[in-house]
């Protein structure tokens, strides 16, 4: 199974990517216990499978160290040149306060160790307090260390349009930032998408299936209660369905995407995926990979043979127009993070 071309983003002029980009949130606890060794194992077929790309965090347990791993073992096994074709997405999320050029080039020091490269592909900030405008020496400082050569190019995660664009006018340049978007959560469509699109920013977008629940896993059930909300994505896209419409709704907008699942011969996540991947500026729709546990892989391939029509999307939209606003009940991107 090789991906189509399709599939693949010239995302800088030296980084090609996998426009499903495999999510590790998913190792860093509260998803099920990860068993290193067939963790490891569970990354050589994904990457086989053409899915190369990977978005981490220093914060999500062992992410960083995997990866590292990884790419000792893809070494060992397949030679120097293996590990080129792989791109690991890396975040730092400190805590917000004074900061100085050591500190950061610290904590950078520590992923570039952890992920055992001389620089990181894609360092991804992201910033607890706007209120606190160190956010701006941080990224100067990770500027300047790009020019040192330890980070090839910088990026941010949950940035709301505004700083994202005080930080542009600030000149640094940003090549992405790391949103939640779905067909749950389509805030990045009233201010975020048009602002990338003027200034050559791309988004890539996690939640983008509401943490499995956009599948037929959840098709005509009853609303999910108490234990049955066991792992930390269910946590969060539950709460986002309740803020959104509720479960009601939820399931109108599950039976409407198994109708057009079925009309493209795929599944409700293929849909729920392709229509996000599909969005204007977005380059990569991140979904999770329960490394060792579960896998998708084949599933997740079949989002790049088909493509929405003009009428499925008349039919998605008609059970978002019968929803909440989200942007004037939790605010921009990334504002849920910062209340």
């Given amino acids: 199974m090789m991906l189509p071309q399709e599939s693949y983003l010239q995302f800088t002029p030296d980084l090609k990517i996998c426009r499903i980009l495999n999510g590790m949130w998913q190792v860093s606890g509260g998803h099920g216990r990860i068993n290193p060794k067939t963790a490891i194992e569970s990354m050589f077929q994904y990457v086989d499978a053409g899915f190369t790309t990977w978005d981490l965090a220093d914060h999500y347990g062992p992410a960083e160290d995997f990866i590292g791993e990884f790419r000792r073992q893809l070494i060992a096994t397949r030679g120097e040149e293996a590990v080129n074709n792989i791109q690991a997405f890396t975040k730092w999320v400190p805590r917000p306060g004074k900061m100085t050029k050591k500190l ?28 606190d405008a160190n956010y701006l ?59 990338c699109q003027e200034h050559d920013i791309k988004l890539f977008t996690y939640g983008s299936v509401c943490g499995g629940l956009l599948s037929e896993k959840y098709l005509n059930k009853p609303e999910l209660k108490g234990l049955e909300i066991n792992t930390t994505s269910l ?90 606003d989200l942007y004037k009940l939790i605010g921009d991107c990334g504002d849920e993070y910062r209340r």
């Fill in 235 to 324: 946590r969060k896209y539950k709460q986002m369905i309740d803020n959104w419409g509720g479960w009601g709704l939820f399931a109108q907008l599950l039976n409407t995407l198994k109708t057009i699942a079925d009309k493209h011969q795929v599944s409700i996540a293929n849909v729920a995926v392709n229509y996000v991947l599909n969005q204007p500026a977005v380059g990569g729709v991140i979904v999770g990979a329960r490394l060792g546990i579960a896998e998708h892989l084949s599933d997740n391939a079949r989002v790049f043979s088909f493509n929405l029509d003009a009428e499925d999307i008349g039919k998605i939209d008609a059970v978002s127009e019968q929803s909440k």
């Fill in 104 to 131: 950061v080039e610290e904590n950078i020091d520590i992923s570039l160790r952890r992920m055992d490269v001389k620089s990181l592909d894609l360092m991804q900030f992201h910033w607890w307090d706007y209120r």
């Fill in 137 to 195: 020496d941080a990224l100067k400082y990770m500027a300047e260390l790009q020019t040192e050569g330890k980070i090839k190019h910088l990026a941010l995660t949950n940035f709301d349009t505004e700083h994202l664009q005080i930080i542009t006018e600030a000149g640094i340049k940003i090549v992405s930032n790391q949103v939640q978007f779905s067909l749950v959560d389509r805030r990045p469509q009233v201010n975020m998408v048009k602002f």
